[in-house]
């Protein structure tokens, strides 16, 4: 079973790159962004306590989104591997990961690190923001506590993977089919 995280700040390509993964190798996909936009769509609690946080730019706690990936990954048995989208976005997440998958015998094969500056980054959120209806997309300042959350809580979750060989950086400015070529090279050096 091959897992995989894609990682980066938001806007780097995560969701843009996953929807192409998917249909080359087969992976089964994890998005918390769209698992707690159901939730949202669905007006839950879960999903209400959520959007509060989320139009602000700030994650949602450790337990809500461990809980709902423990729910996706039982509800997955005969996945040949999963794509975790945006998740783990701390280091309590990444060693609840751990746990869950260790569970079920298996674990992350590798953690992919889409590069992108942060002039990059604004200008994509804003132009997704005019078609996307996304309330955390529209407004620059909230983009900006987005990507202030992501280098005080996420950025260190990289370190986790580095420290056990599993962690790889990609260009994730150009094309997004040049980018998506410098993923699949990566993952295809790393046989399952
Ligand atoms: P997410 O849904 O994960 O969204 P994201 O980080 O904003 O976007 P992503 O990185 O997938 O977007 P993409 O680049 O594909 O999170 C939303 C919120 O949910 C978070 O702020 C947080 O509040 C909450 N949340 C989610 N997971 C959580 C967790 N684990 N813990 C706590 N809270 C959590 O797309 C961006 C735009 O760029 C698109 O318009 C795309 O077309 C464009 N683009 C992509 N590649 C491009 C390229 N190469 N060139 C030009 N444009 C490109």
Known sequence: ????????PPGSGKGTQSASLIQHYGFKHLSTGDLLRSE??????????????MDK???????????????AIDQNPQAK???????????AQAEALDRLLEKKGTSIRLMLSLIVSEKELVSRLLKRGLTSGRSDDTNEGVIRERIAEYKRKTSIVAD??????????????????????????EIDKHPA
């Open 1 to 8: 079973m091959f897992n995989l995280i894609l990682f980066g």
């Open 160 to 185: 986790y993977y580095q420290q056990q060989g599993k962690f790889a950086e990609i260009k994730g400015e150009g094309s997004v089919e040049s980018i998506f070529q410098s993923i699949t090279s």
């Open 57 to 71: 730019g700030l994650l949602v706690p450790d337990e809500v989104v461990v809980g709902m990936i423990s729910s």
């Open 40 to 53: 949202i769509a669905a007006q839950t609690s879960l999903g209400m306590e959520a959007k509060q946080l």
């Open 81 to 91: 591997g999963f794509l975790f989208d945006g998740f783990p976005r701390t280091v």
